[in-house]
């Protein structure tokens, strides 16, 4: 419940990595929408004027930001999104307000809403209750007396949303992209991903010391003796250290191929035997299956061995964590207080609470997100944002037209298929065209945890209903208010939220110098996902399908390898690098899109003299415009996570290490070979 639902199988590619940190910040008095200042956009006052930009532009462009803008808080970094994802919470904050008034002419959006967001808003009534909201669910896990009983309850938990043993979804396959397939996946883990089970330093050793204290204490809340809360702890990391043996890492998982194991039920059932699957299948609510795709073979495996292997009594404990767990955000303060000094403090330093207001707005966008933002798209986003937006588009798509014809090193026939797949992309931008129906969802005034559950599981079944039907690619991924942007492999399309097309990255009083360089390269970013590595394994259609050629399939390689070398060597906290492969997919379409955008800049002004702004250059503008939408602060703990488990370079690198490689970057701002920002060799796939 504390961040918003993950669905394994939604392969987006996006442009910035918001899930890892949801803190805003601190509450001040009298914040509502109607008094919020618009947002921020671009401003020379953010840069450092005693930087040399040929030495380090990150600190050029951002200097005087990050000095004016210390981390606060209840936050693990703050950054431009962070900005404009404030503005828009205190919008949808003023909404869930006027909704939550107790009105019988409320229409039913307005409802639940409104009744979800009061629900999670009344705190004394939910300190009151403490632990009373699992303890039906608690008391069938304790009444568990067989593994076969044990199994039987897996998809009742899994309907709600809690994280045990494996994932079970929808979604298209790989191979067939028009078409849903079920999807079963790794999951069952409270720590990021495998390797924080297995590192042997001494930072590593001491973060599963903590978890393992968190977990403790977290039993030992719901009113276990402290003994019996230690023992149960270790038993949860005995369990999930098994299923961690199994699971793909990180970079793997971004390996299509890697993924994609289409198989008959009985063949998963061979893999796990001790799960009945045609009834787990019946009593999570999907349809009748013969085939489905298990996206980690190896796991169910292991799976298999931690089900036969630990006591019953041990695999219990570790189903009553993962309940407290998932619950835990909107339960009583005590449980709440000890979920964020682990998830939040510990993993990222954040040192406050978020305000409660702060919280429950995301709940909402996380369980009723496409109600909320319709409301949100009515009051804040119109006809002519859209069109603007669009426009901009397809002056980049044209871009990337031209960059692979003029490509020296791919060859005639694979171009033909990328100008087939370039030609095939598809635009979302601002809101779905067809919202979302939530009128069964039943949202009861004051029962924040039964309201979250009765949403998940109206999510489950509206997913778990596509298993055989065609992939519905009107449907949007992200909610209207979210402020980033993503592109989705297996549909072939780009995405842009109402949320994100605003200041800073895009601004109608702004020159157009600064719009390519901030809005346009976000565009270019995610049409560049298409072709990076991960993109380029997809055809037009979305199916997984190799249309390049041999030849050109090793030069993009070789191409590739210079980025992975690059931001390998970037070392964003002391003592750990950057994974160039894990970031691969990410630098690719940042490298990528600021090229593409530069080169629809370019045949915009059409080669004619332009006047310079506040003493800089159109071309000097663009390159800040990009620097500014990633000045940040990053804590260090958060540093180090990202480092392990994040596909996005910090901002730093991903503006410096842009830069290094472009010769009209150089020329605009005349460095010479041998500074920082001149790299040799300089980087290049598109």
């Not at 909107?330 to 709440?336: D, G, I, N, V, W």
């Not at 933002?373 to 006809?383: L, N, P, Q, W």
């Amino acid at each position: 419940m504390s961040n918003p639902r993950r669905f394994a199988f939604l392969a987006v590619l996006t442009l910035s990595a918001l899930s890892a940190q949801t803190n805003t910040t601190p509450e001040r008095g009298g914040n509502r929408a109607t008094e919020n200042p618009p947002a921020a956009g671009f401003s020379v006052d953010n840069m450092d004027p005693h930087a040399n930009p040929c030495v380090d532009f990150y600190q050029y462009a951002c200097g005087m930001w990050m000095a004016n803008n210390p981390i606060p808080g209840d936050q693990s970094r703050w950054d431009r999104f962070d900005e404009l994802a404030e503005r828009n919470r205190a919008i949808l904050r003023d909404i869930l307000e006027k909704s939550s008034a107790d009105d019988p002419k409320r229409d039913g959006d307005t409802q639940k809403i409104g009744d979800f967001y009061f629900s999670c808003m009344n705190e004394p009534d939910i300190n009151r209750r403490g632990i009373e909201p699992i303890s039906r669910e608690l008391s069938e896990i304790a009444g568990i007396k067989s593994r076969e009983a044990l199994v039987a309850e897996l998809p009742k938990l899994h309907r709600k949303g809690v994280n045990i043993f494996f994932n079970f979804d929808s979604g298209p396959d790989a191979k067939n992209s028009m078409l849903n397939i079920g999807q079963a996946d790794q999951g069952g883990l409270g720590l990021p991903e495998r390797e924080y089970y297995f590192k042997t330093d001494a930072k590593s050793v001491e973060l599963r010391n903590k978890y393992v204290a968190h977990v403790a204490k977290m039993f030992t809340l719901s009113g276990q003796a402290p003994a019996a809360a230690a023992a149960g702890a270790q038993a949860v990391l005995k369990v999930e250290t098994a299923l961690a043996q199994g699971s793909l890492d990180v970079v793997s998982r971004r390996d299509p191929a890697k993924t994609y194991h289409k198989m008959a039920v009985r063949d998963l059932a061979a893999l796990s035997p001790s799960i009945d699957w045609g009834k787990y299948f019946e009593a999570v609510g999907a349809p009748q299956m013969e085939t489905l795709n298990v996206v980690a073979p190896e796991f169910f495996k292991g799976m298999e061995f931690a089900l036969g292997h630990f006591r019953l009594e041990e695999l219990k404990i570790y189903m009553r964590w993962h309940l407290l767990h998932s619950a835990a955000p909107l339960l009583a303060a005590r449980f709440e207080d000890e979920n964020f000094n682990f998830y939040e403090k510990i993993m990222t330093g954040v040192t406050e609470q978020r305000p409660r207001w702060k919280r429950c707005v995301e709940y909402v966008d996380s369980d009723l997100g496409f109600a909320l933002g319709r409301k949100y798209v009515e009051e804040t986003f119109g006809a002519a944002g859209k069109q603007r937006t669009l426009e901009m588009v397809q002056q980049i798509e044209r871009a990337l037209g031209e960059d692979i014809r003029t490509l020296d090193w791919m060859t005639p026939e694979t171009k033909k298929q990328a100008y087939v797949k370039l030609e095939a992309v598809t635009n979302k931008i601002g809101y779905p065209d067809k919202w979302r129906d939530y009128s069964s969802v039943k949202i009861e005034r004051g029962d924040a945890v039964g309201n979250d559950f009765r949403a998940t599981e109206f999510e489950v079944d509206r997913r778990l209903k596509k298993v055989g039907q065609p992939v519905d690619r009107s449907e949007w991924l992200m909610t209207p208010p979210t402020v980033n942007a993503y592109y989705n492999p297996t549909e072939n399309n780009i995405n842009f939220p109402a949320g994100i097309l605003q200041p800073p990255f895009y601004d109608n009083k702004m020159d157009a110098a600064v719009n390519f360089g901030a809005g346009g390269s976000v565009i270019g970013h995610e049409l560049t996902h298409g072709f990076d590595d991960q993109g380029r394994q997809y055809d037009a259609q979305g199916n997984v399908q190799n249309w390049w050629t041999p030849e050109d399939a090793k030069e993009f390689e070789k191409r590739a390898q210079c980025f992975i070398d690059e931001y390998s060597a970037f070392e964003p906290v002391d003592g750990v690098h950057l994974n160039g492969k894990l970031t691969l997919g990410e630098n690719t379409a940042d490298n990528g899109g600021v090229r593409l955008a530069f080169m629809a800049l370019m045949e915009s002004l059409q080669g004619k003299p332009q006047p310079k702004i506040d003493g800089f250059t159109p071309e000097q503008r663009f390159f800040l415009g990009w620097g500014q939408i990633w000045c940040q602060n990053t804590r260090p703990e958060l540093s180090r996570l990202l480092a392990q488990t994040d596909p996005h370079s910090p901002g730093r690198n991903r503006v410096n290490g842009v830069f290094s490689n472009m010769p009209e970057f150089q020329q605009a701002f005349s460095c010479k070979a041998g500074q920082p920002m001149v790299r040799k060799p300089a980087c290049r796939v598109w």
